[in-house]
T-cell receptor
Framework: DQQVKQNSPSLSVQEGRISILNCDYT??????FLWYKKYPAEGPTFLIS?????DKNEDGRFTVFLNKSAKHLSLHIVPSQPGDSAVYFC???????????FGAGTQVVVTP | NAGVTQTPKFRVLKTGQSMTLLCAQD?????MYWYRQDPGMGLRLIHY???????AKGEVPDGYNVSRLKKQNFLLGLESAAPSQTSVYFC????????????FGQGTRLTVV
């Protein structure tokens, strides 16, 4: 039973435009959420996170929005750059042991 | 600064063979994890450890064993490999306080034939 879902397996965006990645979850006990970026043949690297007590967190070109009532979060990348081409994973945690549930990932391709 | 290092990076096993994947972290993290990534399924937690000498089951623990004899190392063992264990395995570590991010190794691609 997948508790974190990324329903868009791929996204293509032009350089300089906004990339919007979506993530839905079913477990209301999740209290923190993270986005990871992954290049081929590398491990995931942390991008940005948000606690359930917030609805927005911003870090440079990356902003994560959380809508708890809809059990939905999104990652905005503005402006998109060619180096942003990667797979993006949404993850959620519900305990102090740091165990995470991951979505299936969204492949982002930024075209010139 | 090495971070999280996994050994080996690639391995091909025959069905029934055994092997151990090694994870080493140099960040003095208390918590360590083993995940597997399969196509279309994201990462799934196999086992985790919240300190030296402790281990616990994750979401998909069957067919695997783990040990954490030293704080910096977390070993994942396959006693009798099966084709269903063909996957990419990622180790991660995290400090114990607060909801902080986990740091991942570069992965081990395992094929069981």
């Amino acid at each position: 039973d997948q508790q974190v879902k990324q329903n868009s397996p791929s996204l293509s965006v032009q350089e300089g435009r906004i990339s919007i990645l979506n993530c839905d979850y079913t477990n209301s006990m999740f209290d923190y959420f993270l986005w990871y970026k992954k290049y081929p043949a590398e491990g995931p690297t942390f991008l940005i996170s948000i606690s359930s007590i917030k609805d927005k967190n911003e870090d440079g070109r990356f902003t994560v929005f959380l809508n708890k009532s809809a059990k939905h979060l999104s990652l905005h990348i503005v402006p998109s750059q060619p180096g942003d081409s990667a797979v993006y994973f949404c993850a959620a945690g519900a305990d102090s042991w740091g165990k995470l549930q991951f979505g299936a990932g969204t492949q982002v391709v930024v075209t010139p | 600064n090495a971070g999280v290092t996994q050994t080996p990076k690639f391995r091909v096993l025959k069905t029934g063979q055994s092997m151990t994947l090694l994870c080493a972290q140099d960040m003095n993290h208390e918590y360590m994890y083993w995940y597997r990534q399969d196509p279309g399924m994201g990462l799934r937690l196999i086992h985790y450890s919240v300190g030296e000498g402790t281990t616990a089951k994750g979401e998909v623990p069957d067919g695997y064993n783990v040990s954490r004899l030293k704080k910096q190392n977390f070993l994942l063992g396959l006693e009798s490999a099966a084709p269903s264990q063909t996957s990419v395995y990622f180790c991660a570590s995290r400090r114990s306080h607060g909801n902080t991010e986990a740091f991942f190794g570069q992965g081990t691609r395992l094929t069981v034939v």
